[in-house]
């Protein structure tokens, strides 16, 4: 069972006693490892964070089909056309990376200090 944290007055568990979860109201109440280790495998952080990597290099068309967003390099403006192939090894790559991230601020900022939205602006072109 996760440990019990303390926040104010408030006691909160990511699972009760009989395994069930439990909802926490302050999301921004600092996690602790083993906590922190059992949010990152819940579907919705699942869902969120596969949704979020995959908006940074994947388009949806008009056919409804994913498509490689083209890569621009920061400096040079010089765009880059990159295959499915290759789009689908930067998201792996970028989820590893957003992980260890996610998993500092669950532990510092808790639930509620997570990015929502895709940080498409922070990928550097790749030579």
Known sequence: MAAPFLAGAMTAHLLTEDKKPNIIHNT????SEEQADLYMTTQEYVNQLDTNCKSIFLYIDRNSYYQPRPLVHRSTGER???TIEQAYVLIEDEKTTRQ??????LMTRGI??????PR??????LT
């Open 120 to 125: 498409i602006n922070s990928i550097i072109f």
């Open 112 to 117: 509620g200090g997570l990015e929502k939205s």
């Open 80 to 82: 880059r056309k990159i």
């Open 28 to 31: 921004y109440v600092p996690l």
């Open 100 to 105: 260890k991230s996610d998993k500092t601020s």
